[in-house]
């Protein structure tokens, strides 16, 4: 399994990863609810699974924007605000379609590979625009 599927298994059955403050290692939280296969499965790949999220954690504001919403809108993780920006502005919305439509024409087929090897200079420019929106659409519903 990939690290995006295994991390998606982990979220969606409401387990919570976060690094731990003191040492710097992950923290696996709810472990219980996840599926025992699951965990053997992780285990092997564990430090691209740590690799991954250390370069998920040195993303820009913007990169991390477009990585909450790929997210959220694949069903991995629930987060309202993005969902709350998404349903409230049509043009946001249309502008990520466009984003994941010019990734999908570079080549990201799969759900579960890592899109951002996709992205080029005309993906960069929606990621803006939708990052500029996600900015001006927090600071209006404070």
Not at 31 to 53: G, N, R, S
């Amino acid at each position: 399994m990939s690290v995006l599927m295994i991390l998606s298994l982990i979220w969606r059955n409401g387990g919570i990863i976060e690094r731990d403050n003191r040492d710097g290692q992950l923290e696996l939280k709810n472990h219980q609810k996840i599926p025992p296969e699951v965990l053997k499965a992780a285990e092997p790949i564990f430090a691209e699974i740590d690799a991954y999220l250390k370069s998920v954690e040195g993303m820009n504001a913007t990169d991390t924007t477009a990585w909450k919403m790929i997210v959220a809108l694949a069903g991995w993780q629930r987060n309202e605000s993005i969902s709350n920006f998404l349903n409230g502005d049509e043009v946001a919305l249309n502008l990520f379609m466009d984003y994941q439509a010019k990734l999908a024409l570079n080549g990201w087929k799969e759900l579960y590979e890592d899109w951002r090897k996709y992205e080029n200079d005309e993906t960069e420019q929606l990621k803006k625009q939708i990052y500029d929106r996600a900015i001006l659409h927090a600071r209006q519903n404070k």
